[in-house]
């Protein structure tokens, strides 16, 4: 079974400054990662994937991931916020085989500082 | 191109009632999911479709939940009768065929629908 745990349901840094968000995995076999970022009333929207191959992975809007397998981590950053980014970001994790769901973290509220 | 296709986007009814969540995933994907949001928790995954097929089942709350997808453009999820703790955000999210497995495709979500009953 996997999982997903992210650290601190609410961050809030100011415009400039860099985003980091955290997401630890529990997997048994080598997972498939995803980012998720949800505006309000709206669905979630994929920023980024990781699928095994380049373990920094770069998605929308300036975010990027790195997959640390040493630290079962696959944190999200970006070095600028903008007021923009403003939401809730949701950490995914999947196996990588058959018809295996997505489970998702409980979410991080991110919120900017004019 | 036009997304994942929810309806209602609100609906209010009282205890007791049936309700009937609509959904219409994009055109060309093959698997479809439904999920509820609430604060205490989070994000489940209810069900999902494979190729119009039911394939896990596990998170539906219990026999109230029914979920159809009778063909490859359209789904409803259907609670009867609804009672105040099924009030949540109902998401659907559909994606497209996987080269190698389901997983390996990101899943596109609809706008939900906001249900409340009273």
């Known amino acids: 079974a996997q999982s997903v745990t992210q650290l601190g349901s609410h961050v809030s840094v100011s415009e400039g400054a860099l985003v980091l968000l955290r997401c630890n995995y529990s997997s048994s076999v080598p997972p498939y990662l995803f980012w998720y970022v949800q505006y309000p009333n709206q669905g979630l929207q994929l920023l980024l994937k990781?699928?095994?191959?380049?373990?920094l992975v770069k998605g929308i809007n300036g975010f990027e991931a790195e997959f640390k397998k040493s630290e079962t981590s696959f944190h999200l950053t970006k070095p600028s916020a903008h007021m923009s980014d403003a939401a809730e970001y949701f950490c995914?994790?999947?196996?990588?085989?058959?018809?295996?769901?997505?489970?998702f973290g409980t979410g991080t509220r991110l919120t900017i500082i004019p | 191109d036009a997304g994942v296709i929810q309806s209602p986007r609100h609906e209010v009814t009282e205890m007791g009632q049936e309700v009937t969540l609509r959904c219409k995933p994009i055109s060309g994907h093959n698997s479809l999911f439904w999920y509820r949001q609430t604060m205490m928790r989070g994000l489940e995954l209810l069900i999902y479709?494979?190729?119009?097929?039911?394939?896990?089942d596990s998170g539906m709350p219990e026999d109230r939940f029914s979920a159809k997808m009778p063909n490859a453009s359209f789904s409803t999820l259907k609670i009867q009768p609804s009672e105040p703790r099924d009030s949540a955000v109902y998401f659907c999210?559909?994606?497209?065929?996987?080269?190698?497995?389901?997983?390996?495709?990101?899943?596109?979500f609809g706008d939900g629908t906001r249900l409340s009953i009273l």
């Open positions: 990781y699928t095994s191959a380049a373990t």
């Open positions: 999210a559909s994606s497209p065929p996987g080269a190698l497995s389901l997983s390996n495709q990101p899943q596109h």
């Open positions: 995914a994790v999947t196996a990588p085989f058959g018809n295996e769901k997505l489970t």
């Open positions: 479709f494979n190729n119009n097929v039911p394939i896990d």
